[in-house]
Every structure is written in C-alpha cells, then in structure tokens.
C-alpha cells in the first residue's frame, strides 16, 4: 500500500502513513495540547477541497503565504527574496494550486528550511511540486521529518543564501533554528519568541517558552544559549511561523532574557514597555 499524506486537525502536522495513522506524534509531545476529542485525520485530497490561497508582501522582499481556511494552528510559509533567488522558510499549513503556480511563476525556490516541527507546515507540498536542491533542518531534528526529504541536515550555522544566516539556539527545540536575514535586519525567530498584539494589531508584550499550551518556561542555560546567538544579531523585527512583528529589536529580545534570568523563568508575554 503506498504512504499518502495526513495531516492532524489537531495541530496541523503532515504524515505519510499506509493508512489513516494512529496518532500524532507532535500532539502527544509535552509542547503541544492533546485533541480533547481524540484523534481526526484528513487525507491531502480531501483537504484540498475548499481552500483557497493567500499572499502578502508583509515588507519589500517578503511575502508570507497561508491558506483558507487555515489548517490546523495556523502556519504561514515566509518567502524571502535573495541574490541566489527565493528561499522559504517555514511553511503554510497547505498551499492550494494557485500558491504553487505563484511560486513557478517566480521562479521556484533555491532553498526550504524550518526552525523547528511547529513551522514544517506542508512543506512536503513544496519539495514534492518544486524540488528545491536543499530542504536543510537541523541535524539533531530530523525524527520529527518523516513527510519530506531533508538534502542538507544543518548544524549551528548555515548559509542558506547571501544575507541569509540560520543559527541554532536549542531550547524551544532542541535543533531549533533562527533565520536572520542580515539585509533586512528581520529574525525569522521560529518558536523561540512570542509576541503577544492588542485588538489593533499592535505589539505589545513578548514571551520565550519551552511550551506555549502547557506554558512550560524555558530553563537558564537554554535562556543563556539562546542569548550567546541573539547579542551576536542585528535585527529590528521578528518573523514567527503565525505572525510578522516589527519594532522587536535586538535590544529589546535581551532585555527579555535578562528579565527571565534574573528570577524564576516564565512562559508569559512581558510588556514591551516594561523591556525599554
């Protein structure tokens, strides 16, 4: 019987199994909440139907993709624009056949990555119809791979295009990676931050979590990991797999960890006022 693809209506995480699978292995990690009402499983035919495609240039040279309706937490795939062509990271959670004409029709893609298995969305989709030479995921990450093919395992740094750096901070994952594009002056931050907005889309807190649902904090020394990457990075916004959030700055990503390391960590957002 051949593997297809199942995606979990739980969470969104893709699977190629022989038939529907017994469970999902990023719901039943401690990260992640388990289906209240037991597992459901949706074949990729099945849903296709009824989604339709979404882009947005969210700053010149990066578009974030996604789909509607959304498919499990809500993922979207960044495109970013490079002297080499067009790199992605992270992924929508499906993409509809006008996302991946869109994506021909500039050109295809040099390069896929993800900080970690939250943001993988369906990014088999995008090896499978553009078969980008490098999908690269951090080395010590790979068991959360099994729907796609990763060409290139990273270790703690990766040049993924020019101006195109992934860093590995541990913590959230323990392969996790951050993406700083050093032209735009933007971290594509993964699951190692979180911004939390107003009803006006302003943002107006920020956190760092082991888990988010379980609000499990992340320990001291994956707290001064994380910071031995950051200080080293220019940036003046963030790009998580949900969500652009500018006027996040280096500074202000360290006045949150000094924060966090200077009592009992927590797994809450911190008011962007009391980070300076």
Same mark, same amino acid.
């Given at each position: ?89 992270? %992924?929508?959670? !499906?993409?509809? #056949? ?8 500039? &050109?295809?893609? $040099?390069? *896929?990555? =993800? ?69 735009? %002056?933007?971290? !594509?931050?993964? #699951? ?8 006006? &889309?302003?943002? $107006?807190? *920020?956190? =760092? ?68």
């Amino acid at each position: 019987m051949p593997l297809s693809p199942w995606t979990c209506t739980n969470c969104g995480h893709w699977q190629r199994w022989f038939d529907v699978p017994p469970q999902c292995p990023v719901c039943v990690d401690v990260r992640n909440a388990l289906p209240e009402d037991g597992w459901e499983f949706r074949a990729f035919a099945d849903l296709a139907a009824g989604r339709e495609a979404r882009w947005e240039e969210v700053t010149p040279g990066v578009t974030a993709f996604w789909c509607e309706p959304q498919v499990g937490l809500g993922t979207c795939g960044w495109v970013i624009e490079t002297d080499d062509g067009l790199v992605g990271f992270e %992924g929508a959670g !499906f993409y509809p #056949d006008a996302a991946i004409a869109e994506l021909r029709r500039r &050109g295809g893609l $040099v390069a *896929l990555g =993800a900080s970690h298995v939250h943001g993988y969305g369906a990014l088999f989709q995008l090896q499978d119809e553009l078969d980008p030479p490098v999908l690269g995921i951090g080395v010590r990450d790979l068991e959360w791979t099994k729907a796609f093919r990763v060409t290139w395992p990273l270790d703690d740094r990766h040049v993924f295009a020019p101006g195109l750096v992934a860093h590995r901070t541990g913590g959230h994952f323990d392969g996790h990676n951050v993406l700083h594009d050093e032209r735009r %002056g933007i971290l !594509f931050c993964g #699951d190692m931050l979180k911004p939390s907005f107003d009803a006006d &889309g302003t943002t $107006v807190g *920020l956190s =760092a979590h082991k888990a988010y649902h379980a609000q499990i904090p992340l320990s001291h020394q994956e707290i001064r990991d994380a910071y031995a990457v950051i200080e080293q990075l220019d940036f003046e916004a963030v790009a998580t797999p949900f969500e652009y959030a500018p006027h996040i700055s280096t500074k202000t990503v360290l006045a949150l960890y000094d924060r966090l390391l200077s009592a009992q960590p927590v797994a809450g957002p911190i008011a962007l006022d009391e980070l300076g």
